[in-house]
């Protein structure tokens, strides 16, 4: 099997694990063609490159995990972050969320450090917000520095 395929596998394990669901994230192929046609043209894809998973809101707020990289489009602004580069995910906590633990299932920010000092905030979808962190942190350790293409 190769690596994209193990990659893919240990995604498609995480989502079908997970108690979280939601229309807005899921296997890139479980969209719908035109979802997948669009987020592919705008990421601009290499040709070795799998899409995995995409948290997709609306056509100009999307999330997407690929094999080699995390690019995130925000209002339009399109961001692409190599695996080797993400050092650190964390959460959004501002407001009522860091008084109040409980409301931890009502986070949608995630906040990315670079190994150059830079910080990236994402916006995803609460209901699977735990999730989708996973995932990005099983792919950060995955497709860190030591793993080549």
Not at 104 to 119: F, H
Not at 120 to 148: C, N, Y
Request: net charge negative; with cysteine; glycine share 4%.
């Amino acid at each position: 099997m190769t690596n994209q395929a193990l990659l893919y596998q240990r995604c498609k394990s995480i989502l079908e694990r997970s108690k979280e669901s939601s229309d807005s994230t899921r296997l890139f192929h479980q969209f719908p063609q035109t979802v997948q046609d669009a987020i592919a043209s705008k990421s601009r894809l290499g040709i070795e490159e799998m899409p995995i998973v995409c948290c997709s809101l609306d056509s100009d707020n999307w999330t997407l995990i690929t094999s080699l990289q995390l690019i995130s489009c925000r209002d339009g602004h399109l961001v692409a972050l190599e695996w080797d580069k993400l050092s650190y995910a964390s959460p959004v906590e501002v407001g009522d969320l860091a008084k109040n633990p409980q409301l931890k299932l009502q986070r949608n920010k995630l906040r990315l450090e670079m190994s150059d000092g830079l910080e990236h905030e994402l916006a995803l979808d609460p209901k699977t917000f735990h999730t989708f962190w996973k995932l990005i942190d099983v792919m950060m350790l995955t497709r860190g520095p030591q793993d080549s293409v």
